[in-house]
């Protein structure tokens, strides 16, 4: 398969990305090891969590790095003119392609089904990496990459400051996650990785599937995984894609939206807020 990245390329990324001139600027990538796992409505909920924090808003900007199946813009309900396809063909500036939402974010849109990423010439590949320099007033960039293990990915999380890795209950999904975690412990220096359970049926469950990913990979990759939270398997999700309108926004108080904040307050190394106190001791005894 062609990549999007060669290693000077994939090299140049990462240095760009660590080193923007915003020293402050935080760069999250959010990733999987399958399909389907509800990775970007993950990431677009997570980016509205940290940019309404009601006692510290901050500056976020969502980027779509699947460069063949991107879909943030359609969770939003919006049809973008331009994406990151221009940008890579030198057609328009990263600043022109950036788009702000109804819900205090800004996002770039991926360039979905488009083939022809996958054959970029040196100057396009320079293209890209030059244009990131643009995205640094962020507080945090959030980096929605493609699900699975190829060069693109892994470029996307050398480049950031923490990995967010997102599975489900599903032994697939866990072997999955399993997956990329060693891939990236491969490929990364010193990777910082967390780990989020996306739909699960209780506390229970959620504790049994993160202590299982965490005990292997500290078992046979030598890694310490940290465990940052879980999602409920819920039905407004599936609502809130179908009126294309995040969750968090759609049912602030639900108990979905309330497992992002606190994911969210826990990235911030926040205290969970006077109104989810009631969570303080549920939540104490997931991550004990």
Known sequence: MSTLLGPDQAEGLRKLMRELPKSNTKIIAVTSGKGGVGKSSFSLNLGISLANMKDN???VMVFDADLGLANIHILLGFIPKFNLF????????????????????????GASGL????????????????????ISYA???????????????????A????????????????????????SIVTEVENPDIKLVVNRV?????????????????????????????FIYDDQIVQESVRKQIPYVELYPSHNVSVCVNHIARRIMNL????????WKKFFKNVFK
């Open 57 to 59: 808003p901050r500056k």
């Open 86 to 109: 221009h940008v890579i063909k030198g057609q328009k500036k990263m600043s022109e392609i950036i788009y702000k939402s109804d819900y205090g974010i800004d996002f770039i849109a």
């Open 115 to 134: 083939s022809q990423l996958a054959n970029l010439s040196d100057e396009e590949k320079e293209n890209l990496i030059e244009a990131l320099k643009e």
């Open 139 to 157: 507080d945090f960039i959030i980096i929605d990459t493609a699900a699975g293990i190829t060069s693109n990915v892994i470029s996307f999380v």
């Open 159 to 182: 480049s950031a400051h923490e990995v967010i890795v997102i599975t489900t209950p599903e032994p697939t999904a866990i072997t999955d996650a399993y997956g990329v975690i060693k």
């Open 201 to 229: 049926k209780n506390t229970t469950e959620a504790t049994k599937v993160a202590k299982k990913v965490i005990d292997v990979c500290s078992q046979f990759l030598n890694v310490k995984i940290e465990n940052l939270g």
């Open 271 to 278: 205290e969970v807020s006077e109104e989810e106190s009631g």
